[in-house]
């Protein structure tokens, strides 16, 4: 267990639709990330957060959108849902100082399927 | 653009046979290096990371890689695999302390017992 939650694990929904992913940092990390993984792309980086302000932006689709709230659990809302759009969504965190060393502690996931 | 690559996507060992999984990364700056491991089912987790001195690093269950900078590489390696090693191995780079920790593609293990 890697002290990371998310929520929900499954999600089936349609094209067209709005869906938020809800994740907990492990307790004392301010950092969240967020990271897609689908089988021809690979794990790609979405978006970082620190302590509720937004850190590093990777390759997130204007449809996506994602917050850290003051409590530091992220969500991250996915808009006008596309097929392509169906993958795994880990979030992870890192070590309570801030600072970027790499070392994350990831989620189980959150599966997504879009029909 | 700076990226990762793994070239074995797939990888196929008996038992007790000798590992090793490329991984090499394009970017001229300081690095850190690291190595994930997602076994079935379950989430990602660290293997081991290099962050500087020796430039070979040993991780958890008999795990080790090494850091070469001349080549951009930071091959993982385990002398004798074992079935629990079935698993999808990243790899994965920190590029001058960003904030994007770039993952490669995965390289999928399959042990036969």
């Known amino acids: 267990d890697s002290g990371v939650t998310q929520t929900p694990k499954h999600l089936i929904t349609a094209t067209g639709q709005r869906v938020t992913l809800r994740c907990s940092p492990r307790?004392?990390?301010?950092?969240v990330y967020w990271y897609q993984q689908s089988l021809d792309q690979g794990l790609q980086f979405l978006i970082q957060?620190?302590?509720?302000?937004?850190?590093a932006k990777g390759n997130i689709l204007e449809r996506f959108s994602a917050q850290q709230f003051p409590d530091l659990h992220s969500e991250l809302n996915l808009s006008s849902l596309e097929l392509g759009d169906s993958a795994l969504y880990f979030c992870?965190?890192?070590?309570?100082?801030?600072?970027?060393?790499?070392?994350?502690?990831f989620g189980e996931g959150s599966r997504l399927t879009v029909l | 653009a700076q990226s990762v690559s793994q070239h074995n996507h797939h990888v196929i060992l008996s038992e007790a046979a000798s590992l090793e999984l490329g991984c090499n990364y394009s970017?001229?700056?300081?690095?850190?290096l690291f190595w994930y491991v997602q076994y079935p089912g379950q989430h990602l987790q660290l293997l081991l990371k290099?962050?500087?001195?020796?430039?070979l690093v040993k991780g958890i269950k008999g795990f080790e890689a090494e850091f070469i900078k001349s080549k951009f590489s930071f091959n993982l390696r385990k002398p004798s695999v074992q079935w629990s090693d079935t698993a999808e191995y990243f790899c994965?780079?920190?590029?001058?302390?960003?904030?994007?920790?770039?993952f490669g593609s995965g390289t999928r293990l399959l042990v036969r017992p």
């Open positions: 994965a780079v920190l590029m001058d302390s960003s904030y994007k920790l770039i």
């Open positions: 290099y962050f500087s001195g020796d430039p």
């Open positions: 307790s004392g990390d301010l950092s």
């Open positions: 957060y620190y302590n509720g302000e937004e850190r």
């Open positions: 970017y001229g700056g300081t690095v850190n």
């Open positions: 992870a965190s890192s070590n309570p100082q801030g600072t970027n060393t790499g070392e994350l502690f």
